[in-house]
């Protein structure tokens, strides 16, 4: 039997008559833009994460950028980020004109490493960016230390973090803003492209409104240049019913992670991820690291198991980002983890069978490094999966 990195059927399942009950509404009145389930979803959102201000926007990306410039990052200033993340963290900077400058990510959890921001820091820096990759909260409150005395606002990129905490305060509202994404397969995901910001700070929160619906609070009275980035009413429909169980399915995902753990403790060459203390992390990826990565995850696709690679290039090693003049050994240990991360099936609905059959196989195949390079090793096509 075969198993998918990641199954939404369930989940669409447990909420599909509720969804089809909130299109027809939607189709009746035909309020496709602003209806109001946006405005429902954006408070609801915000009750959840426990912050003062939702904004429902297009998609993760635009949230990210939106969050930005709410806090003021403009043309030509510094963004701080790690190397170690998905392109889109970095593609939220550059859309702004703004620079993205890249830090190394921690050896035990690979995320960006609060020891490195302060050298990266220059009168130009703008903002920092720690994001919570895996749905593994980053320690935000040591970049604050280092940020707030510079007066350097921190978005946080919570587009893999619903529902998680750090010391029981939620990430996307531990900073001064927080972008984050419901691609369809984040914690909780849109039936399409949908994403939010969220914000304590009300000044940040009338920008990223103003900005995000043409420079308009009043109807063709335009204060600045924006953009087009709304949530459509359709996907705050699919999302309103998705966030209702959200913290079930995230519990789902803790045990998942737990039990993958204990599974995988005894056997050689894979080493587990951990939480970092003061975590409630909500494993929107499971990351395993094996030293023979390509071959392991070559393998894994032929017995019909759906493993992926979160992310193959750090983003220094990118073309998108070769002008940013990096090179390689510039970041080693989001170089190194590149080459060892793998990531599991995990999704709220998998199965204990299912854990077991990935687990079976990873034993089996007994992970250890290879002599020669790891490009030698006969690769098959990558999987398209993305999540
Ligand atoms: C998904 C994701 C984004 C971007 O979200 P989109 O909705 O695809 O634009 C940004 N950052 C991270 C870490 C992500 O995983």
Redesign the pocket.
Known sequence: MSIPLVDLAAQHAEVAEEIEAGLADVFATTAFIGGKAVGEFELAYADFTQVSHCIGVA??????ELALRGVGVQAGGEVILPAN??I??AE?VSRIGAIPVLVDVDPDYLLIDPNLVAAAITKRTQAIVP???FGQVAPVEKIIEIAAPLGIPVVE?A??SQGATRFGRFAGGLGDAA?T???PG?NLGAAG???AVTTNRADVAERVRLIGAHGSAKKYVHDVVGFNSRLDTVQAVVLKAKLARLAGWNELRRAAAARYTELLADVPGVRTPNSMPGNNDVW?LYVVRVPNRDAVLHSLHEAGIGAGIHYPYPLHLTRAYAGLGYQFGDFPVSERAANEILSLPLFPHITQAQQRQVVEALRTLRPRAVKGTLVEVALGPLSQVSI
């Not at 998609?59 to 990210?64: E, F, P």
């Open positions: 998609n993760g990306t635009d949230a990210l993340t998905f889109a963290t939220a994001v919570h990759l990129d587009a893999q972008g994404s419901f691609y984040k492209d949908a994403g929107h």
